[in-house]
């Protein structure tokens, strides 16, 4: 069983619909929570990170973390064509401890959005 | 642009050769880190370097390894390649490193390896 669980989809949603990507994990010792987009042919670039549990909002876009439940999740508003892409969850332990720099991340979840 | 440059875009070689993967992180950055991403299995840690020294080891293959020289760029080394290790290569890096505040790794746009 892997670390990280994510749905790879793929998700087609229509323009303006709300998204819900989601994330389980098993490892409690997990502090970092972050969300990356990667488009076709590129490499991952970070959307937003949460540290422990609790929401976090950036615009259109919401973090969720329930450690309770080890499930993360993010929403995207009012999705838009141009957030099509595939978005990966990851995850590090504390800070301090040797392995903090390695990331976890899931299988990505391929979204499209059409018109 | 991420700022982090990788070498080369594209690489198609048979099994049982090495190669060189290079990387050059951000202007500044101490830390780098190199990555796997497969169909099977998704994006994986390989290895971390801080300013010269390893710190940190994901499932790297005994076949593969890195180093990161005095200017600050690395180099990731595949041998005896098989055709299982055919994937995207990332390089990411980082200002600092372990043990400091979270640190927004910046990834490189990847090189794609191909074994045949």
């Known amino acids: 069983q892997k670390e990280v669980e994510q749905d790879p989809g793929p998700l087609s949603v229509p323009e303006g619909a709300i998204v819900s990507l989601n994330c389980t994990y098993s490892n409690s010792a997990f502090q970092y929570f972050m969300w990356y987009r990667q488009y076709s042919r590129k490499g991952p670039e970070l959307l937003m990170y949460t540290y422990s549990s609790g929401n976090k909002e950036d615009g259109r876009f919401t973090a969720q973390v329930d450690k309770s439940s080890k499930y993360i999740s993010l929403f995207i508003r009012d999705s838009q064509p141009s957030d099509s892409a595939t978005y990966l969850c990851a995850m590090s332990t504390n800070a301090g401890g040797t392995s903090y720099g390695k990331l976890t991340f899931g299988q990505g979840t391929i979204l499209t959005v059409h018109p | 642009d991420s700022g982090v440059t990788q070498t080369p875009k594209h690489l198609i070689t048979a099994t049982g050769q090495r190669v060189t993967l290079r990387c050059s992180p951000r202007s500044g950055d101490l830390s780098v880190y190199w990555y796997q991403q497969s169909l099977d299995q998704g994006l994986q840690f390989l290895i971390q370097y801080y300013n010269g020294e390893e710190r940190a080891k994901g499932n790297i293959l005994e076949r593969f390894s890195a180093q990161q020289f005095p200017d600050l760029h690395s180099e990731l080394n595949l041998s005896s390649l098989e055709l299982g290790d055919s994937a995207l290569y990332f390089c990411?890096?980082?200002?600092?490193?372990?043990?400091?505040?979270?640190?927004?790794?910046?990834f490189g746009p990847g090189t794609r390896l191909t074994v045949t």
């Open positions: 990411a890096s980082s200002q600092k490193g372990p043990g400091r505040n979270f640190e927004e790794q910046y």
